[in-house]
């Protein structure tokens, strides 16, 4: 993915505590809902761990972010090779929505409508609990959003860890305490 496209993919506060980002994604839905919701798919641009569609159910996120692209870039300090964060279902209607307890940092809320061959993904993040966390979740959501959507158009992803680094700086200036 290039520097243009990511452009218009900023993250946007709704509420001091919210985050929503969007991303326009070749279709079909079906499609793309698979890369939220099956681990082996999801692994190859956010985090691997089965869920079962159903709310209330419990699962594990595992990242291995020096997976995701390649080259990985260089991994900020401070960031492991692998970390698993324990979540649970809120609520799921497929192909369409998908909420989810994103551990203790708030509440993440994927939602699909299609947009003639292609599908708009929005993604919110709420009750993010302060600032520093709504800056690291702003630019891990937009670079895993970006590795999403190279994988899904076909394109490959731009060094995950480096984009992030970029990122954070630049949601610094953009989201000021």
Request: proline content about 9%; charged content about 25%.
């Amino acid at each position: 993915m290039n520097h243009v496209a990511t452009q218009g993919a900023y993250g946007v506060l709704t509420e001091p505590d919210t985050l929503r980002m969007q991303r326009l994604l070749p279709g079909p839905i079906e499609r793309v809902w698979a890369y939220l919701t099956e681990s082996d798919l999801r692994r190859q641009w956010l985090a691997s761990g089965v869920m079962e569609m159903k709310a209330g159910a419990p699962f594990t996120l595992t990242w291995r972010n020096d997976e995701l692209t390649d080259p990985p870039g260089h991994r900020p300090p401070g960031f492991s090779a692998e970390h698993s964060m324990e979540c649970h279902i809120l609520a799921v209607d497929p192909p369409r929505r998908l909420v989810f307890a994103f551990g203790p940092h708030g509440e993440v809320t994927f939602t699909l409508e299609p947009q003639g061959k292609d599908v708009m993904l929005t993604l919110t993040h709420r009750r993010v609990p302060n600032h520093d966390t709504l800056l690291k979740v702003s630019a891990g959501w937009h670079s895993h959003l970006d590795v999403l959507t190279a994988r899904i158009r076909g394109d490959r992803p731009r060094p995950f860890w480096d984009d992030m680094s970029r990122l954070r700086q630049e949601y610094e200036s953009r989201l000021p305490a």
